[in-house]
């Protein structure tokens, strides 16, 4: 099993950066891919960049694509998502999630771990 941890999250003005980390422990962190996922309010959950188990492959959702960077460090056991350039709209809960498996996957019901989440707040 792996347990994760989410942190970094809080309040910022449009326009501004906020970088979230998540700390795994439990099985071999480089055995998952891992993922990003966020929940606005009243809205479901969905997902927001992905990175391999090696982190030599990634992919975004297209409105974050070029804004947002996920990264991981194997060595760490951590996963990180820097995010610039925000707008009102990035406003949700952020989720760290991982998956057993080679292949990452953008789907949230693939994932079997799950982080309590990190508020992020972003205003106009």
């Known amino acids: 099993q792996a347990q994760l941890v989410e942190s970094g999250g809080g309040l910022v003005q449009a326009g501004g950066s906020l970088s979230l980390s998540c700390a795994a422990s439990?099985?071999?962190?480089?055995?998952?891919?891992m993922g990003w996922f966020r929940q606005a309010p009243g809205k479901e959950r969905e997902f927001v960049a992905v990175?391999?188990?090696?982190?030599?492959?990634?992919w975004y959702k297209e409105s974050v694509r070029g804004r947002f960077v996920i990264s991981r460090d194997n060595a760490k056991n951590s996963l990180y998502l820097q995010m610039s350039n925000l707008k009102p709209e990035d406003t949700a809960v952020y989720y760290c999630a991982a998956r057993d498996s080679l292949m990452w996957s953008t789907r949230e019901a693939e994932y079997t771990y799950w982080g309590q989440g990190t508020q992020v707040t972003v205003s106009s």
């Open positions: 439990g099985r071999t962190f480089s055995g998952y891919s």
């Open positions: 990175i391999s188990r090696s982190g030599s492959s990634t």
